[in-house]
């Protein structure tokens, strides 16, 4: 079995979990900017996390041709301005999943499943979860008489536009003035750090997520993976967004606006069995929970036998919606075209591709041409000129002498 992956050990390697170890095999790494696919190389099935980027794009596509299984895996949570309005790093090189090349796609959970299968991506959704999580213990220690310690967190990739970065920082400073007035509170800020210098807050990065929720008594999170990870150790999980915007994300606690911050702390420090119940339920609809890397494993070996995987989530009981792309993605001339989208994506890519190069080829062309400009000047200085026309003689005297 020979399995392909778009990526690295670093990101697409822990994406997968235990998937290769499973399936017993090595897979054959693709790394991203540097993809070079020879006419005849045609691996089995090929795995990405990404096709935004035009190189991967080209690849995804070359490897479809070939009739060869592309897996896209998903490896986190979606969120609103991640798939419509996300100019962190996919605009304008690209869209989120607008559409789709590969022949599978893999989410994490049963609601981020029904909102892809609106995009028209029904039919090849499986609900596999998140093989990174599999080894996370299901319990937390807490111990009695310390402080209550409050985790807030943000993802990595914090804002994705100009108002999404508003957001996040008022809110922001909304909790840290919340605990700089309740210290009885233990605040574990897990923010970035461009944030955490800007607002002049400690941030705390020891550890993994799911170490520090273990002994914590609640989880503030923006919309991350940090999230599932709350939900899954049991810990009371609240979810903040200050846009209007829907969110993608269902959590028991919502802290919408500085309002909110007191009465959904007070919630969180002393839960109620109904909130943690319907929690536990949230998490069981944003997260298919248990062996994912196992599930992966089934997926690929589906796809190298070129079947679809039943799912009474996917296919015919998801709802398969289709989009205008000329009117969602404007900011891709490709989509202005009419006929095919894949076809109108890599042409996309194409024309992203060759004005790279044409930048490179320009830059090549002054370098070069500074390059020889210098050696005249120092073939014609008065006494460097004379120098090297000496050296040149001594090596062979018909160099300068025939021109």
């Known amino acids: 079995m020979n399995i392909a992956v778009i990526g690295t050990p670093e990101h697409e390697g822990v994406i997968c979990g235990d998937a290769f170890q499973i399936l017993d095999i090595s897979p ?68 989120m999943l607008q559409p789709l090349i590969a022949s599978h796609l893999c989410v994490i959970g ?34 009695a008489g310390t402080k209550p310690k409050l985790v807030i967190a943000t993802a990595k990739t914090y804002s994705h536009n100009l108002e999404h970065r508003i957001a996040v920082k008022r809110a922001l400073r909304d909790l840290k003035l919340f605990f700089d007035e309740h210290l009885w509170i233990e605040p574990v800020w897990r923010i970035s750090p461009e944030l955490a210098d800007e607002l002049q807050i400690c941030p705390q990065p020891k550890g993994t997520m799911s170490e520090v929720l273990r002994d914590a008594a609640g989880l503030l999170s923006f919309t991350s993976t940090s999230l599932l990870e709350g939900m899954l150790v049991g810990v ?89 792309y000329r009117q969602l993605h404007s900011h891709l001339s490709a989509f202005s075209l009419p006929s095919k989208a894949i076809l109108q994506y890599e ?17 090549a062309r002054q370098s070069l041409e500074e390059t020889q400009g210098r050696l005249h000047r120092i073939v014609n200085h008065v006494i460097l000129g004379f120098i090297i026309h000496a050296w040149a003689r001594l090596i062979n005297r018909n160099v300068l002498d025939k021109s």
């Open 28 to 95: 054959t790494w693709y790394r991203p900017g540097d993809i070079n696919i020879s006419p005849n190389e045609k691996p089995d099935a090929v795995i990405v996390s990404r096709e935004w980027e035009t190189d991967i794009r080209l690849s995804v596509l070359e490897f479809r041709r070939k009739g060869v299984p592309v897996i896209y895996v998903m490896d986190g949570v979606i969120e609103w301005a991640y798939v419509w309005n996300n100019q962190s790093f996919v605009i304008p090189r690209g869209t």
């Open 236 to 324: 009371p999980t609240a979810q903040i967004d200050y846009r209007s915007v829907p969110i993608f994300v269902q959590t028991a606690w919502e802290i919408r606006c500085a309002d909110h911050i007191e009465s959904v702390i007070q919630e969180i420090l002393y839960p109620t069995n109904s909130k943690m119940a319907y929690q536990e339920y949230c998490l069981e609809d944003e997260l298919e929970c248990g062996p994912a890397s196992q599930r992966l494993a089934h997926v690929v070996e589906k796809a190298l036998d070129n079947e679809t995987v039943p799912d009474e989530y996917t296919q015919a009981t998801l709802p398969d919606a289709r989009l205008d």
């Open 110 to 143: 049963r609601h981020p499943a029904r909102i892809l299968s609106s995009l028209g991506l029904g039919g090849r959704i499986s609900i596999v979860g998140l093989p990174r999580l599999d080894g996370v213990e299901r319990k937390r220690c807490q111990t």
């Open 347 to 363: 042409l996309d890519a194409f024309s992203k591709e060759l004005l790279k190069t044409k930048d490179c080829l320009k830059e």
